[in-house]
């Protein structure tokens, strides 16, 4: 048997006559009565000891501390185990203190321990559905899914996000829990079952669109990345038909504007933007980790988040390097210099997604230099005219999907159409 812990009948009484004075407590003082009452009143007290590690963790003095971060939400999570099975909250505060000490675990570089908490918050919140402590069973669920995916372990992740999907509404356009799936179904191989998911949120989306109830700018993103898609499965047929319905659509922003929900979602764009572009980054493993593409960038891990962000000085010096070169030798450098172009682009471009509609001034000169290089691949006498092609309309759809995103839309209708003529 455990020994019986001691308690301190003293500190007890201090800390009850602390809490019931008449007097605002801070959370510090708060903080040091819970701990003490929490081992002689645990159902009471444990789940407010919980909420107040919690809120001090999260404290802006701690910011450049994520020793002290990581400590705090380690007892939240020791806090939240304890808490009684019976207690109807007990789910919701165990998810939101393993997810705090998840996250500083990636922080400070310990992705193993991190994934174990990840394990741990699934297994909990799975069985809070079960005991219907929490409504949806994708509760706890999306945290694994991202990391599985950052470490390349996507039939996984895939099969995470499908059992989320599937157990929700089946007419809810669900944009993320939709891209997600799709995006770890195509990224394990499964193309025909990732066109199947993709093309499901291309039907409601189009059905909310006619409805009133989404921008055509969402579904004009949507049809554009599907499109993609096909083209990629050999599909060429449906691939020019999505283009011709997001075509129709954009002629019709150009006409009218967005006289309809005009509050299309920034992030929406540069996450399909993003995953258009995954296949030019070096492939995800336990070694490498690297962005779960098809998740909102808040869902990344902070260690991966920060590596791909920190490396945008790498690609533009990159850029810098092979600028001279590939005007002097074109033919070798120049396809080089556009692909290092295209992934700085990418991540310029989830880097902006917060200035809104100020987005315009900073991102327009990068999506104009990859229509420029691109049209001077094409003007090259030796070039492979279906290279040029194809690096032309990609870079020509990349900025009509991005004048759309700043509402631009006459501008964007003019590319898209010069983009689509291209290959159709």
């Known amino acids: 048997m455990n020994p019986t812990r001691r308690v301190d009948q003293d500190a007890v009484l201090r800390a009850r006559t602390m809490l019931l004075g008449s007097g605002e407590l801070s959370l510090v003082q708060k903080l040091e009565a819970y701990r003490v009452l929490a081992e002689v009143s645990p159902r009471a007290y444990l789940p407010k000891l919980c909420r107040a590690l919690l809120s001090r963790g999260y404290d802006g003095e ?33 998810v939101d203190a393993l997810d705090a000490y998840r996250y500083t675990l990636y922080a400070t570089g310990r992705r193993a321990e991190g994934l174990a908490v990840c394990e741990e918050m699934a297994a909990a919140a799975r069985r809070g559905f079960e005991d219907k402590q929490v409504t949806s069973r994708a509760h706890g669920q999306h945290r694994l899914a991202a990391v599985l995916a950052e470490e390349g372990r996507h039939r996984e992740a895939a099969e995470i996000y499908g059992s989320s999907v599937q157990s929700g509404d089946p007419d809810d356009v669900d944009f993320w829990g939709r891209v997600e799936w799709a995006a770890e179904l195509d990224a394990a191989g499964q193309r025909t079952e990732a066109l199947d998911v993709f093309g499901r949120l291309v039907d409601l989306t189009r059905r909310d669109c006619a409805a009133g109830g989404i921008s055509p700018a969402v579904l004009t993103w949507e049809l554009v990345h599907h499109s993609h898609m096909f083209g990629t499965a050999g599909l060429g047929s ?14 019709e922003l150009g006409r009218t504007g967005e006289h309809r929900n005009g509050n299309n979602d920034l992030d929406w764009w540069a996450c399909l933007f ?52 590939a005007r002097t030798d074109p033919h070798n450098l120049l396809t080089e ?66 004048l759309v995103a700043a509402k631009q839309h006459g501008e964007a209708y003019e590319d898209f159409r010069e983009a689509a003529a291209l290959v159709d």
Do not use: N
């Not at 449906?238 to 002629?251: G, H, S």
């Not at 920060?306 to 945008?312: D, K, L, P």
């Not at 420029?372 to 900025?399: H, I, K, N, V, W």
């Open 62 to 94: 701690f910011r450049s501390r994520p020793d002290i971060q990581l400590a705090l939400h380690a007892e939240a999570a020791s806090a939240a185990r304890r808490i009684d099975t019976a207690e109807p909250t007990r789910t919701a505060l165990l």
């Open 238 to 251: 449906e691939a020019r038909a999505a283009r011709k319905e997001a075509l129709v659509l954009l002629e």
């Open 337 to 402: 210099l556009i692909a290092v172009h295209r992934r700085l682009t990418i991540r310029s471009a989830l880097s902006s997604t917060k200035r809104t509609h100020r987005i315009l001034k900073p991102l327009r000169p990068v999506f104009d230099e990859g229509v420029t290089l691109a049209r001077r691949l094409a003007g090259l006498p030796a070039a492979s005219p279906d290279l040029s092609r194809e690096t032309l309309c990609r870079a020509l759809t990349d900025r009509s999907m991005f």
């Open 274 to 325: 993003a995953l258009s572009g995954r296949t030019a980054e070096p492939a995800a493993s336990s070694r490498t980790p690297a962005p779960p593409f098809g998740s909102h960038i808040h869902r990344w891990s902070p260690d991966v988040r920060h590596t791909y962000f920190e490396g945008i000085p790498a690609l533009e010096a990159a850029a810098a390097a092979l600028a001279e070169p």
